[in-house]
């Protein structure tokens, strides 16, 4: 994740330090000065559903969680790296729940989306877009985060048919240049052999462009012949 630097934790300290004492919501006066630098790195998406702003069609939908709640830590109730841009809906599901003391002496975690946790570790989706733990770990963050309600496994359905339709009309795009290099050899000849390679490279395009679908959606789209 993106950090500010050190000029504009300064600059945050100074904000801090206008605000009166005695505001009631004084910690929240801070978090909220930092919605600006989470929007960026978080790529303005929920750090936990991934669903971006323009999918909930606004910025406002989104508000800033402390990873570890401020009942478990208040230490880190100002600290910017446990703060994780959420959405509403999220951020209401997820509130103070943590992992137990036990759980985390035994290394179960709830996984840190600021952290570089390996999601495709912890968490597996299945064909109807339903998540599943593959560790102790990503079953209790499926759990706490609740991320199987309805609106979210639609949501990944739709985000998932919209990535293969895109690969989709790339392929069909690069066997319409296929076909347009080869009927230029055709018609033409090609005593440069810049055709030739022009098709070479088309075909190296497409191999890659089909490795990258079924890589990430192979097991389903077994039925697709591309």
Known sequence: MNSPTLAE???AETYVASIPAGYRNHS????????????????????YCTAS?????SAGYFQIDHFVPRKRDRTRSRDYYNLVYACYPCNQRKRAQFPSEQQLAQGIELLNPSSGARFPFHIT?????????K?????LSVQ???????????????????????????????????????DLQITRGDPTGQLAQRSSDIQAQMAQCRAELHRRYGHLLKHLDL
């Not at 702003?53 to 069609?57: D, M, T």
């Not at 989706?125 to 733990?133: P, V």
């Not at 560790?135 to 079953?139: E, K, W």
């Open 53 to 57: 702003e323009a999918e909930l069609c």
């Open 9 to 11: 934790f300064a600059l």
């Open 125 to 133: 989706e299945n064909a109807s877009g339903w998540l599943t733990g």
């Open 135 to 139: 560790t102790q770990s990503g079953s």
């Open 144 to 182: 706490i985060l609740a991320l199987n309600t309805r609106d979210d496994v639609r949501e990944r359905n739709l985000r998932r048919a919209a990535e293969i339709d895109n690969h989709r009309a790339l392929m069909r795009r690069l066997a319409e240049f296929l076909m347009q290099t080869v």
């Open 28 to 47: 929240k006066r801070h978090v909220g000065f930092w919605k600006p630098w989470l929007r960026q790195a978080f790529m303005f998406r929920c750090a």
